[in-house]
């Protein structure tokens, strides 16, 4: 069974602070799909990101950069000089390959809610 | 172009009635998916639809929910005898043609709350 663990539940920081959200995973699956979605106060979920189980580079997007290492089945998503703007609760997950009996549902962690203060 | 659209976007309603929530997806999106987001249990997958057919129906919760989809477009979902557990947000997705190559990403509606009283 897939599982996606976000241990952090909620996290404060000061504006222009640098922020780290965590997401580890367990799959047994050797092709995987992993997934960063934000959800704002309006309550719609934006996906920000998507990465496959044989791409580990890092990658960066603006203020936001994603880490991801099979070795500890991390996938950490860090937002640089973080902004107002930036308070939301951010969703870690994980889908097999659609090719398998999974069609690309989505496993969810459970959310990281982050609050950026002026 | 328009997003995931879902209606209502609030629905109140007494215990024991039937609901019917309903999703619009991005146009030339062939899979949706439903998925429930609720307080104890976060975000779960409800449903699949690849057409009009649903392969993987395995995250509903009961007989109680059932869902279809028409012309491959507009699915409904429709929770008979409604129960207070059943009151969450119900997000509706859709993602371009399934495809055993790489998974696309899913794109959401902003939901339906549903409380029921």
């Known amino acids: 069974a897939q599982k996606v663990t976000q241990a952090q539940t909620e996290i404060s920081v000061v504006e222009k602070e640098d922020v780290t959200l965590d997401c580890v995973y367990e799959?047994?699956?050797?092709?995987?799909?992993l997934f960063w979605y934000k959800q704002p106060p309006s309550g719609e979920l934006v996906f920000l990101i998507r990465?496959?189980?044989?791409?580990?580079q890092n990658e960066i997007s603006g203020r936001y950069s994603w880490n991801f290492q099979k070795s500890t089945s991390s996938f950490n998503f860090t937002i640089t000089a973080s902004q107002v703007v930036d308070s939301a609760v951010y969703f870690c997950?994980?889908?097999?390959?659609?090719?398998?009996?999974?069609?690309?549902?989505?496993?969810f962690g459970q959310g990281t809610i982050l609050t950026v203060h002026p | 172009g328009a997003g995931v659209s879902q209606s209502p976007s609030n629905k109140v309603t007494e215990k024991g009635k039937d609901v019917e929530l309903r999703c619009d997806p991005i146009?030339?999106?062939?899979?949706l998916y439903w998925y429930r987001q609720s307080l104890g249990q976060g975000l779960e997958f409800l449903i699949y639809?690849?057409?009009?057919?649903?392969?993987?129906k395995s995250g509903l919760p009961s007989d109680r929910f059932s869902a279809e989809r028409t012309g491959g477009s507009v699915s409904t979902l429709t929770i008979q005898r409604t129960q207070q557990e059943d009151s969450a947000v119900y997000l509706c997705?859709?993602?371009?043609?399934?495809?055993?190559?790489?998974?696309?990403?899913?794109?959401f509606g902003d939901g339906t709350r549903l409380s029921i009283l």
């Open positions: 997705a859709s993602s371009v043609a399934w495809s055993g190559a790489s998974n696309q990403p899913q794109h």
């Open positions: 799959t047994r699956d050797t092709t995987y799909y």
């Open positions: 990465r496959n189980s044989f791409d580990e």
């Open positions: 997950a994980l889908s097999e390959a659609a090719g398998g009996t999974s069609y690309g549902k989505l496993t």
């Open positions: 146009s030339g999106h062939t899979a």
């Open positions: 639809f690849q057409g009009n057919s649903a392969p993987d």
